[in-house]
């Protein structure tokens, strides 16, 4: 029976069982594994998402991996947290404490940089702000009816947005910490409204307050955000922290954005993002998207399949 090599890790982390957790899936060069043997493996780990690395031989100095990123149901274009606790590993252990290299997902190449045991991604991204049919305060009730009857809960901006072509977030700005605690995954699915042609692909409400605006001042901002869809609330969501960095620098017309997020301290699963964003010299589209953070490695064994 053929067996693959795997790990798990906390991702934007440095402290285990902290976190976003990942399956790591090594596949060595020749080995077929299917599409569907890739879901099945996901399903078994039944983490958020489950990524499969390509491992091989790469000439010249910058190291480069091919990975595939799965939920339980589905294989995504692009993830954050896959890419943030790829990279670590790919980088500091398969290369070697290598400072640079190379990921390819779907959605195109990711350049790498490590330093002090954090790696900074160069995220691909096709930031699209969806207009058509916008939300209301009305739909963010019916997704968390907590938040209902009390005007000092009402969220302050509502906006959807994808960072790629696929993954889509309400993007929900909340008045207060105490707002922010009372999301909840209540099994309902959220259904964005989304714009003709960007209409498919995984969905999520992404709750945030500000704890330091100085977008307009200086750009940057630290943030406390949940990441909830349906009965899952994920601990770190890395696209969906590109997503609104984006979606703030092109709000406020700022060159540089960088902001620093903490996901998930109501799970008890703290999680540390970091992101910055370049806007090109008319202010009006997304240059770069850099994602930054940790990992730890947790667990490891072999899968039969």
Not at 58 to 63: K, L, M, N, R, V
Not at 68 to 90: K, M, N, Q, S, W
Not at 271 to 300: F, R, Y
Request: with cysteine.
């Amino acid at each position: 029976m053929p067996q693959l090599p795997f790990v798990t890790l906390d991702v934007f982390t440095n402290t285990r069982f902290e976190g976003n957790p990942l399956g790591l899936v090594k596949i060595p060069e020749g080995q077929d594994v299917s599409t569907e043997q890739m879901q099945s493996i996901a399903r078994e780990f039944n983490l958020s998402e489950t990524v499969f690395l390509f491992e091989r031989e790469t000439e010249g100095q910058i190291p480069e991996w091919r990975f595939r990123i799965f939920v339980t149901d589905r294989e995504l274009p692009f993830a954050g947290h896959p890419t943030i606790g790829t990279a670590v590993y790919a980088l500091g252990t398969l290369a070697k404490g290598a400072p640079q290299g190379r990921l390819i997902c779907h959605s195109g190449p990711i350049w790498l940089e490590q330093s002090n045991r954090v790696v900074t991604a160069s995220i691909p991204h096709n930031v699209h702000i969806h207009t058509e049919n916008p939300h209301t305060a009305k739909h963010i009730f019916d997704l968390q009816p907590k938040l209902a009857g009390n005007s000092a809960l009402t969220p302050r901006s509502i906006h959807v947005a994808s960072p790629v072509r696929g993954m889509n977030f309400i993007y929900t700005e909340l008045p207060s910490l105490e707002a922010l605690s009372l999301v909840q995954s209540t099994g309902v699915k959220p259904k964005p409204n989304l714009d003709r042609d960007w209409n498919f692909g995984f969905a999520g409400s992404y709750f945030y307050v500000f704890t330091k605006d100085d977008v307009a001042s200086s750009g940057q901002a630290e943030l406390r955000t949940r990441m909830v869809a349906g009965t899952f609330e994920d601990p770190a969501t890395g696209a969906a922290a590109c997503g609104l960095c984006a979606l703030l620098a092109l709000q406020h017309k700022v060159k540089y954005l960088v902001i620093s997020i903490t996901q998930a301290v109501e799970m008890g699963r703290t999680s540390v993002i970091g992101v910055m964003v370049t806007l090109n010299d008319g202010l009006d589209a997304v240059e770069k998207v850099q994602l930054s953070g940790s990992a730890v490695k947790v667990m490891e064994g072999v899968i039969e399949y």
